[in-house]
Nanobody
Framework: QVQLVESGGGLVQAGASLRLSCAAS????????MGWFRQAPGKEREFVAT????????FYAASVKGRFTISRENAKSTLYLQMNSLKPEDTAVYYC?????????????????WGQGTQVTVSS
């Protein structure tokens, strides 16, 4: 059974940085793409970033491009999201998610496995 466990969230001021981690288990991590989503209060869960199985190909939501970096360490079965220049509008619960394929995907419905999320709060 695939399990995804996020960590690294917290309360920071605008302009600060945070690095989220997602520890994966239950299948061969390096065979699959991964992604990050977020959900702010009262809003739909939205795509943030995705990375393919090898880490070579990445894609970002326009709202985070240039500030966030998705990466993975296959030897440790761990996914990361480095978040720089954080803004109050980045405040949300951040979720790690995994589809069943190797290629990066942006559509929420294509993700089969989800973590429980980690809260990120950015104060102004």
């Amino acid at each position: 059974q695939v399990q995804l466990v996020e960590s690294g969230g917290g309360l920071v001021q605008a302009g600060a940085s945070l690095r989220l981690s997602c520890a994966a288990s239950g299948r061969t991590f390096s065979n699959y793409a991964m992604g990050w989503f977020r959900q702010a209060p009262g809003k739909e869960r939205e795509f943030v970033a995705t990375i393919n199985w090898s880490g070579v190909n990445t894609f970002y939501a326009a709202s985070v491009k240039g500030r966030f970096t998705i990466s993975r360490e296959n030897a440790k079965s761990t996914l990361y999201l480095q978040m720089n220049s954080l803004k109050p509008e980045d405040t949300a619960v951040y979720y790690c998610a995994a589809p069943d394929g190797r290629l990066s995907v942006v559509t929420k419905s294509e993700y089969k496995y989800w973590g429980q999320g980690t809260q990120v709060t950015v104060s102004s």
